[in-house]
C-alpha cells in the first residue's frame, strides 16, 4: 500500500511540487525501501542473503516504522506546500491516503518489534516446519477422491 501511496504522490502532485527535489528524492527512497519490503516479505532467498538483516524481526520492525513516520511527515509535507493557499481536494486526497497507509506501516512496525522482541520468529519457523512435515506426510485415504480444501 505505501508503494500504491508514494506512487500518488508523485503521480498527482509531483508536477507542482513546491517542495523542491528533496521531496522526490525522499518519496524514491521510500518507494525504494518498500521494494525492498515486499522482497523480504515474499521470502526471495537471493534478496535476503544481500541483505540478511531483513531476516531479523526486530530490525525489519524498526525500518518498518521508520518509513511509516517518514510517510507521515510525507503527507504533512504535501499539505504545505500549497501554504497559504487551501490545499486542494486532489493534495487533500492524496495526503489522507498517505497518512493511512503510513500509520499502518508503523503499526506494522511496531509489531515486527514486538515480535522480534519476544523472539517469535522461532517459533513461526518451527510450526512452518511441522506444517510442512505433515504435508509431506499426509497420504490420502484408499478410496477417497473428494478434494480436501
Not at 524498526?62 to 510517510?71: A, D, K, N, Q, R
Not at 504535501?78 to 493534495?91: D, S, V
Not at 499502518?104 to 523472539?119: D, E, P, Q
Not at 517469535?120 to 497420504?139: F, R
Request: contains cysteine; proline residues 3%.
Amino acid at each position: 500500500m505505501m508503494v500504491l501511496a508514494q506512487v500518488t504522490n508523485l503521480a498527482f502532485l509531483g508536477n507542482a511540487n513546491k517542495g523542491g527535489i528533496i521531496q522526490d528524492v525522499l518519496r524514491v527512497y521510500t518507494l525504494l525501501f518498500c521494494v525492498m519490503f515486499i522482497l523480504s516479505e515474499l521470502r526471495f532467498e537471493q534478496f535476503l542473503k544481500l541483505v540478511p538483516p531483513l531476516k531479523n524481526w526486530f530490525y525489519r520492525g524498526f525500518l518498518y516504522s521508520f518509513v511509516g513516520v517518514i510517510g507521515v511527515e510525507e503527507s504533512y509535507a504535501a499539505l504545505a506546500e500549497e501554504y497559504p493557499q487551501i490545499p486542494g481536494l486532489k493534495e487533500q486526497t492524496a495526503s489522507l491516503f498517505l497518512k493511512i497507509t503510513s500509520y499502518a506501516m508503523f503499526s506494522i512496525g511496531i509489531l515486527y518489534m514486538a515480535m522480534g522482541l519476544l523472539c517469535l520468529k522461532g517459533v513461526m519457523e518451527k510450526l512452518k516446519n511441522n506444517y510442512e512435515e505433515q504435508v509431506k506426510n499426509w497420504q490420502p485415504h484408499q478410496g477417497d477422491t473428494s478434494i480436501v480444501v
